[in-house]
């Protein structure tokens, strides 16, 4: 979906003006574009008990869901000036939880998607690991504390003349130069990679796939590294 950045900042500057801020003299206007097409907008709404503060995203996510719902693609936020804001940290959370991590929050140099914004967030994927409706792969008791270290090695393999994917968990690649080599975990045969990048990250942000002819993608958390530009789409 092609999102006009300059449309939604003008949008969310044309509502920043209706903020209702006596206390802090600082009013934040907020557009969001839906994955539907439409624009949501809210501003920011203080109270004499400043805790209860309603943000400008906050009102987003509530027009969001007043109009019908969907998921946030884009969202622009301002100050007083019209200048890019970022959201505060509950507000990251709100928008995770309706846009997700490719949702794109326009910034000064660039828009910065929420996996920039919000690194390990937590999510609903948490919450189903506990009641068991979609629990995430296991790390073994003895290796959880390598959890967040190393890389995952995701790549095909063949089984039965069919090809499969599976994953090794390399200790070394991604912690210091002059850490100790060596393979963690062997990952069992999925027929998804999917599947195989989804056991790869319960054990480390830095996943990377290497397909049937050899290319290197970056499937891990965060903006591709330097050194793997290319962000896996498969």
């Known amino acids: 979906m092609e999102i006009d950045w300059a449309h939604l900042r003008a949008a969310a500057t044309e509502v920043m003006r209706h903020a209702y801020v006596p206390y802090s003299k600082f009013p934040v206007g907020a557009a969001a574009l839906v994955d539907d097409g439409r624009v949501v907008v809210g501003c920011n709404v ?134 100790e080599t060596g393979v963690l975990e062997e990952g069992p045969s999925w027929d998804d990679p999917a599947e195989a990048i989804t056991w790869g990250l319960a054990r480390t942000p830095r996943v990377v796939v290497v397909d049937e002819a050899g290319t290197i993608y970056w499937a891990g958390e965060g903006e591709p590294p330097l050194e793997i530009p290319v962000r896996w789409g498969g």
């Open 46 to 179: 203080e109270n004499a008990a400043y805790g209860v503060v309603l943000c400008a995203e906050c009102g987003v996510v509530s027009s969001l869901h007043a109009t019908g719902g969907g998921r946030i693609v884009a969202l622009s936020c301002v100050d007083a000036t019209g200048e890019p804001l970022m959201p505060c940290g509950r507000c990251r959370q709100l928008l995770w939880e309706n846009g997700g991590p490719e949702c794109l929050i326009e910034a000064k140099e660039r828009p910065l998607r929420m996996a920039e914004l919000l690194p390990h967030a937590f999510g609903v994927e948490d919450l189903e690991a506990v009641t068991g409706e979609t629990p995430l792969p296991v790390v073994p008791e003895r290796l959880a504390a390598w959890r967040g270290r190393g890389t995952v090695f995701v790549h095909p393999d063949l089984s039965a003349g069919q090809q499969v994917w599976t994953a090794y968990w390399e200790r070394s690649a991604g912690d210091d130069a002059d850490a």
